[in-house]
């Protein structure tokens, strides 16, 4: 009922990435829209399921939330190996929805700075503002496709936030990135980088 009313009212705006100061992106392209949640959402799951709230509380003027939708895509790896990546950044958003729709994706944040974690087709992360990362794509043959959909204030300018590279302290020269961590699960293998 309350996702017919919100489509209703939705206008597509186009959503600011601005790239100052910013670690490269690599082999990135992007289809984002920002679209105005104009009424209150709340919903609660009272049976015997896991529990479930969500309370938005937002408005048709000028505070308020928007609902923040990209398709995001990584190239393959280059014929030598060059992954894409995203580039050091955060999301100024409460909450962010990030769904691996195609290839698998290697993801670099903390605690484990010093490795990357693997993330298969169908996985499904979520980020919010302060948690800085990096992610590439080593697969040679396979596009990496991501939906990411979040929230953000009306009054932010934009969904992304820059930062510079935790290794080299420069915000335009990137570090290589590390080999994978330990604990994180393998990807195929013609697109691993070495495990540490």
């Known amino acids: 009922m309350h996702t017919r009313t919100i489509l209703g009212f939705?206008?597509?705006l186009a959503v600011p990435f601005g790239s100052a100061l910013a670690t490269?992106?690599?082999?990135?392209?992007?289809l984002a829209f920002r679209?105005?949640?104009k009424g209150n959402i709340?919903?609660?799951?009272?049976?015997?399921a896991p529990l479930f709230n969500l309370l938005l509380q937002t408005s048709p003027d000028t505070w308020g939330y928007d609902l923040v939708g990209s398709m995001v895509t990584f190239?393959?790896?280059t014929a030598d190996g060059t992954p894409s990546q995203m580039g050091w950044h955060?999301?100024?958003v409460p909450?962010?929805?990030v769904q691996i729709v195609q290839g698998?994706?290697?993801f670099q944040e903390k605690p484990h700075l010093d490795c990357l974690t693997y993330y298969p087709t169908g996985s499904v992360l979520t980020e919010a503002q302060g948690n800085i990362h990096n992610a590439y794509n080593f697969d040679k043959k396979t596009a990496t496709i991501l939906w990411v959909s979040g929230f953000v204030e009306r009054y932010m300018p934009a969904t992304r936030t820059e930062a510079p590279d935790p290794f080299t302290g420069d915000p335009n020269v990137a570090s290589p990135p590390p080999p994978l961590c330990r604990d994180s699960p393998l990807p195929p293998a013609t697109a691993s980088p070495a495990r540490r």
């Open 10 to 12: 939705m206008a597509v």
């Open 24 to 30: 490269d992106r690599v082999g990135i392209t992007s």
């Open 35 to 37: 679209n105005p949640i």
């Open 42 to 48: 709340y919903a609660s799951q009272w049976g015997p």
């Open 75 to 77: 190239a393959p790896a």
């Open 90 to 92: 955060d999301h100024p």
């Open 95 to 97: 909450i962010l929805f």
């Open 104 to 106: 698998g994706l290697w």
